[in-house]
Structures are given as C-alpha cells and as structure tokens.
C-alpha cells in the first residue's frame, strides 16, 4: 500500500501531508514527502516506522516529537496543530505531553540516574519531594532502583537506555517517541526494552513511535508504517 | 519561574562541580589576575597623585594659604589675621611667610633660589619639613645669621640638579644676594630633604632676620594655615570670608594644577590598561564557555528535546560566568590584601617625590569589580544564547 494510508478523523494523532525539505546550498534534499497518517488513542497504539537508511524515519519522528519544524503539512495531536505553536510552546508541550528515548541513551553525563530523571519532572515545577519519589518509582519499574545514584558512565548501555526510558515516563506522557531505542544494544537488553515498551503500550495506555530497522521488532508492535525515499510505502502490522 | 531559576542553578551546580577542576580553577585564577591588574594600576597611580598631593599640603602650602588682595604686594596686619584664623575650629596651625627671591652663593657656585622667612614655632604647626632634617638642625625662632637649605640647593644628598647646587655641609658660610640689593653671609644650620623638588629648592631664614633685611613688620607674602582634615578646604574658605578676612583666600588644590593634569593622564593610563585586561578577561571567559558550549552542545539538545526552555539553558551559562567572576573577584581580592598591598606597605616604591604605595579606593575596586562581571556576563551570554539558536536537530546529532 502506498500514499497516504491509514487517516482518519478523530485521531489522536493526525499526520497531514507532511514535507521537510533540506536546503544545501542551492541543492534541495525532499526527506519527507506528502506524508500523511493516523495514529488511535483507544487503544493506544505502538506504531514502528520502518524503513532503508535514508527513508526519512527518524526526520519524521523528529517532526512528529516537535524536535524539527517541517516544511510544510500539519501536525494535529489530541486536536491541537502543534506547528503554529511558538517554540517556548513547543518545548512546554514536549515536556508536559511526550517522552523520548534516543539510540544514543542521550544522559547528561554529570548528572546521576536519578538526577536525569527527574530532571525534566523538575522542569515541570514539580515539588522536590515528589519528583524525587517519582523519579525512584519509575527507575524501579524499568529495573534499576539499585542504581539511583549511578552516573551513566558507570552502567552498561542497557541500563543507560532503561534511564532514558525512565526519563521519557517521569511527566506521564502521552505519546513516548522512540529513535532506534535498542540499536546500541545487545540482543538480551534489547529484548527487555522492546518487551518494555510492550508493556507500557499495554498496560498503561501509552501511545509509542519507534523507529527501528530490525524485521524482528515487529513483533512487539501494532502497526508498521513503511517508509521509501521520504513516503509512505506501506502500513502494515 | 522560581522553578526555573531552581533548575537553572541546579544545572550549573552540576556542570561545575562535575566538569573539570583543573578548567575551573585556571579560569578563576586568571579572573583573579584580572581583578588585581585594574585594582593595582589604578590604586598605584592614585597612590602617586595622593603622595604628590600630600607633599604639596605638607611642605609648601598647608590646606589653605592667604595671598595679598589683588595689586597687592604684602598681606597687611599679619597678628591679627593669624589670630583670627586660629579661632576658626578645625584649624591646627598658621604660619606668615614671608617669600622672596635671592642669590646664594659659595666659592665659586652660585644659583637663584626662592628664600621664605618663617617663624620656626608657627611653620612646624603646618609643613612637615622639620621632620626631614638631612643634617644639621631646624631653625632657632630667635636664630640671625644662619639658614636652613633644601637638599637641591646644598647638594651632596642625591637631589634632581647636583650640578647646579652649592655643594654646601652644615657650618659652611654661604652668601645671599637679596633682591632688594642686600647682601649677607649665613653659616648653614640645617639641611632637609622631603624628596620634593618644590619644597628642596627653598631656603629658610628666620622672621627676625628677615625683618632686619627689609625693615618690615607685621607684613607676609603668604599665610599658609593648616586644617586637621584635607578635602572641606572650600568650607574653611568660607568660614575665613565670613571673618572679615578680605585677603585673597586659596585652597591647596589652586596650586596642583599640575598635579591635575597629571592625575588625569595617570586615569586615561590606568583605564587604557584595565580596559585591556577586561577585554583579555571577556575574550578568556567567552573562549572558555564558548568551548563548553560547543562540547555540550549534544547535552544542550538533549535538555531541550526533553522539554527544557532555552531561557533555563541560557540561565545555567550565566550562572557559571557568574561563579567564575565571583570566584575570580575574591580571590582577587584576597591576593590584592594578603599579598600585593602588604608587601607595598613594607615596600613602598621610592621615587623622587616620595614613597609611593598604593591607594585603594573601595569605588575604584567596586568599578574593576563590576567592569569585570559585565565583561563576564557578556562573554557568558553570547555563546550559550548562539548554542540555543541552534535547531535541536543539529545540537543533538550536528545536521
């Protein structure tokens, strides 16, 4: 299936027509192209985007988790276009509304597992004794409540991910957006992250978008959406 | 907004106490070099003007000096003058003086020289220069036919014109060519050096010898008064003006234009040279986030990503310069008091007008301290806010 599959009204996500152009110089690099698709609430989907090196997944997570301003479509989520949103807007609706886990783990070095943690609980304004708690809760959920005061040096990259997960599930989200979340991981935590994030789908509603370009991952998700030279190729489960 | 301001700090608490010490530690010492180049050049040349100034008040003119009234030769009924003048408060002595021009001569030396006749027990109560007797004795209020030369007239104590002095020792007889056309022999009885050039080049008799010469009474060229505190001059003036005193009345500062155009010279110096080194100071604590900035640059897009405003990333790199500068101001300080200014008072520098040490002004270091915060907040501001202007995309993964 190819175009403009899966939409919708009512969704809680809705892609529509979605482009991001890159401009170099004089050269123009299409990544996203009339991108446009659905995502339910009820119940919450986990959503893979696969596709080649190239296909433009992780420029339409970016866009979709507000981290990059594409160059033209929309973006409704939970009846909100997010893209006439100022940026201060944007960053409090990333911190209040999403989660993200990269493949890179992405901590700040000089801080513990708890300290990222909580840090975008603290962000929120939070009161101390409360993000603290919530910031162990959640580590202890995904695993590592013996490693609250570990730095991210000193824990494998599994463990590194699961505080990037703990991270991305402090403020509550609503949609957690996931770039290649166990690429950097051995076959065991990536098995545990993914069965993770099934879980999370599972049992407390969570919406998630995960880039991945492993055929096996498949298996944890819902949905596929397949991506082929900045379109969509194919929605599929 | 308090959350912000909370977060901010915790951020910049955590970069600092876990980034690299040796980093932080350099970058505050060089601060502090900073902070202690502006303190020092601008209390050094303030110690130089202040010491001109002082010697200027303590060796030739007190605080305040009368002078005859216009087209005027000599102040007129100098006893009661003086006792007016002392019953003002605040005033510690008086002394007429009587000032005019001479030839002295020795052997085959001779020079013109400014002579001032003094009454010795009124000229201690304002100049110091008993104080600075090189050899020799002071005056004798009832001494006739001697005379009391500075160093620059007697010479053979390292004075600024050895060549032209009299090369003259306490005990030689000397002879004075007075303008009016007298002339007189005077044995030297003392010879003083205050390490002012103005005040070294003036030869002293007494009033009773001068008056012998001129045949006058109760007559000065000049009245200098001294008052227990310096810098109220002009209010002394007044308080003499509503005596009746009807004299022409100067404060010291009438006679320092020199001194002036001096001391501004010295400020231009003193701000040219802190300038600089705030500008060095900018530019090391720009290089110095503007490299933190760039190696965090992945951290800032991933705190953003996560939701944190740019006003909070911002906020944690200006907190840091604020905890450098902070830093770098006290233990400047502690490095100006605990050794610098120490060792000056034990050292002072000695040039030709005096000891010079240093003269530390609480606004001038309030100045350097501030220059130096707004020279640290800029260099802090600018690269934190470039970071920020950067997509997050780019911060994170450089596209």
Not at chain 1, 25 to 32: C, Y
Not at chain 1, 197 to 207: A, D, H, I, S
Request: proline share 3%.
């Amino acid at each position: 299936m190819t175009g403009n599959a899966g939409t919708g009204g009512g969704a809680f996500v809705m892609v529509r027509d979605l482009c991001r152009i890159y401009v170099m110089g004089e050269v123009r690099v299409k990544a996203l192209s009339n991108v446009s698709f659905d995502i339910s609430k009820k119940p919450a989907e986990f959503v893979a985007i696969m596709g080649k090196s190239g296909s433009g997944k992780s420029t339409l997570l970016h866009q979709l988790g507000l981290l990059d301003t594409p160059t033209s479509g929309e973006v409704i989520i939970d009846g909100k276009n997010l893209l006439v949103l100022s940026e201060s807007r944007k960053a409090r609706f990333r911190l209040e509304r999403f989660g993200y886990v990269f493949q890179e783990y992405a901590l700040l070095p000089e801080l513990t597992a708890l300290e990222n943690v909580y840090l975008p609980a603290m962000a929120l304004g939070r009161k101390k004794e409360e993000y603290i708690r919530a910031a162990r809760e959640v580590l202890e959920q995904v695993g590592l409540g013996e490693r609250l005061h570990h730095r991210p040096r000193e824990m494998s990259g599994g463990e590194q991910q699961r505080v990037a997960i703990a991270r991305a599930l402090i403020n509550k989200p609503d949609i957690l957006f996931a770039d290649e979340p166990a690429a950097n991981l051995d076959s065991a935590s990536s098995g545990q992250v993914l069965e993770l994030f099934r879980k999370l789908n599972r049992e407390m509603g969570l919406t998630i978008l995960m880039v991945t370009h492993e055929p096996e991952d498949r298996n944890y998700v819902d949905r596929v959406i397949w991506l082929k030279d900045g379109e969509i190729a194919e929605h599929g489960t | 907004m308090l959350s912000d301001i909370r977060l901010s700090m915790f951020l910049a608490q955590k970069s600092i106490t876990k980034g690299n010490k040796g980093t932080l530690v350099l970058t505050i010492f060089i601060m502090a070099l900073v902070f202690v180049n502006s303190v020092f050049v601008s209390s050094l040349f303030l110690g130089l003007t202040n010491t001109i100034n002082e010697q200027m008040i303590n060796t030739m003119y007190g605080t305040v000096v009368i002078e005859p009234k216009k087209d005027e030769k000599y102040v007129d009924g100098v006893y009661s003058l003086k006792q007016k003048i002392s019953s003002v408060p605040g005033v510690t002595g008086v002394s007429a003086q009587y000032v005019t021009g001479a030839v002295l001569s020795y052997k085959d030396k001779s020079g013109a020289w400014s002579v001032h006749s003094i009454n010795p027990d009124d000229e201690v109560t304002v100049t110091t220069i008993h104080n600075f007797m090189i050899d020799g004795e002071y005056l004798g209020k009832q001494d006739e036919n001697e005379i009391m030369l500075g160093k620059e007239i007697s010479g053979g104590y390292g004075g600024d014109d050895e060549d032209s002095s009299l090369g003259v020792k306490v005990g030689d007889t000397i002879d004075v060519l007075f303008n009016n056309g007298v002339k007189r022999s005077y044995r030297v009885k003392g010879i003083f050096g205050v390490n002012f050039r103005g005040a070294d080049a003036t030869a002293y008799v007494s009033q009773k010898e001068m008056a012998s010469i001129l045949g006058m009474e109760d007559k000065a060229s000049q009245i200098l008064i001294r008052t227990w505190d310096i810098g109220n001059e002009d209010r002394y003036v007044k308080q003499f003006l509503g005596l009746g005193v009807s004299e022409t009345i100067k404060p010291w500062q009438n006679y320092a234009s020199m001194v002036g155009d001096i001391t501004e010279s010295f400020d231009v110096i003193a701000m040219l040279i802190s300038g600089i080194g705030l500008f060095v100071a900018g530019v090391t604590i720009f290089i110095i986030i503007y490299m933190n900035t760039i190696s965090k640059r992945r951290q800032i897009g991933i705190s953003r990503a996560v939701g944190i405003k740019e006003s909070v990333i911002i906020n944690t790199y200006f907190l840091q310069a604020m905890f450098i500068v902070t830093c770098g101001i006290v233990a400047g300080l502690l490095i100006m008091f605990s050794l610098v200014v120490p060792w000056f008072v034990s050292h002072p520098l000695d040039f030709s007008i005096g000891k010079i040490s240093l003269l530390i002004l609480p606004e001038r270091v309030s100045i350097s301290a501030i220059s130096l915060v707004i020279a640290a907040v800029i260099a802090g501001l600018v690269p934190s806010i470039m970071a920020v202007r950067e997509t997050i995309v780019e911060a994170m993964w450089g596209n």
